[in-house]
């Protein structure tokens, strides 16, 4: 295999009801004939929509491709169950409101078929409306699975979970089997297992304007995989650790993945010797300086560091703010 550098991927737009228009701009990318893009996949091994290279001489190789050559030189000393890259990264532009939803975990999944996954998941906020944006984070205080039945039977499900007003910055991390729903207006960066499995539990009584039926609903799979001990889920409190004018905060450090959001505007290490590391520029712009080489880092773009390159700079031409993502060791 050719000699790895830092790998940006061409992002995977992805249509959905709900999605609105703002993801080909924040990635500047010229937009695709769709007024609904509700995601932009920037890391993904999910089967149907592999992340390929977007630039170099690896250009148009698969993620898939790159593990099947030498994962050890992508993944360093961290795992690919089932040949898979363990990690989805997204972006998520919520103009409506998504589906009341929840997903299985591990072991739920695994009994779908081979290379099916749980799926635990993170997001940060990017931006968010004052008066209409909300979040939908496990069950209110009280809520058995008895009153959650009544409650999707009489289409009350929303006042059945736990809600807030989120403020720019917030990073929700929300277990597998964690009911939850992401409100209107909201601009979302995600990370989360490779893995597609949604149960949709209630889809706010509307119609897809393509079909022009609801949506389907996935009420027992869906109840099977709630976590009713699963309570109100509030934002994560980061470590914060300022040094030499970076600051590091450690948002989310669990069993699939690590997530830090870096700020700085003095030039600052990325990534890790040995390790594979993802960086997302969600602020300002800057450059990342690696075996000699620069190239530009914007809002928008995502950057794989490979553990064959372990570690890079980051320039800050103003203010950046990265968010960078780890596999476990
Ligand atoms: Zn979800």
Redesign the pocket.
């Known amino acids: 295999m050719k000699p790895l550098y830092p790998l940006r991927f061409e992002p995977i737009f992805k249509h959905n009801l709900w999605g609105g228009q703002r993801l080909p701009g924040f990635l500047n990318r010229t937009p695709p004939h769709d007024n609904a893009i509700g995601e932009a996949w920037v890391v993904s091994d999910v089967e149907g929509s592999l992340s390929r290279v977007a630039d170099g001489v690896l250009e148009g190789t698969t993620l898939r491709e790159l593990l099947a050559a030498d994962a050890a030189r992508i993944l360093g000393t961290a795992t690919a169950p089932q040949g898979k890259f363990p990690l989805l990264l997204k972006f998520i532009d919520a103009r409506q409101e ?1 589906s009341v ?1 929840v ?1 299985p975990n591990d072991e739920q999944a695994a009994k779908l078929g081979p290379g099916m996954f749980g ?1 635990t ?1 993170a997001w940060v906020v990017l931006d968010s409306c004052e008066q209409t944006s909300r979040l939908y984070a496990g069950f209110a205080h009280g809520i058995s699975a008895d009153c959650f039945r009544k409650a999707l039977r009489d289409k009350t499900t929303p006042g059945t979970l736990h809600s807030f007003t989120p403020k720019q910055g917030d990073c929700l991390f ?1 277990e597998a089997g964690t009911v ?1 729903a992401i409100g209107a207006n909201l601009l979302i960066f995600e990370v ?1 297992q490779t893995s597609d499995i ?1 149960y949709r539990l209630y889809d706010w009584d509307r119609v897809d304007s393509q079909t022009g039926k609801p949506r389907q609903l996935h009420i027992e799979e869906g109840l099977a995989a709630s976590d009713f001990g699963r309570g109100p889920c509030n934002p994560v409190r980061p470590k914060v650790n300022d040094s030499e004018g970076v600051r590091r905060e450690l948002l989310v450090n669990c069993e699939y993945f690590t997530l830090n959001r870096l700020t700085s505007r003095v030039p600052f290490r990325i990534g890790a010797k040995g390790q594979c590391r993802m960086v997302v520029c969600v602020g300002g712009s800057g450059e990342i300086l690696w075996n000699g080489h620069r190239s530009a880092i914007a809002t928008g773009d995502t950057v794989l560091l490979p553990a064959e390159v372990g570690e890079a700079t980051c320039v800050p031409s103003r203010e950046v703010v990265l968010m960078e993502c780890g596999l476990p060791q």
Do not use: A
């Open positions: 998504l939803q997903h799926k998941e929300l939850h989360q949604t």
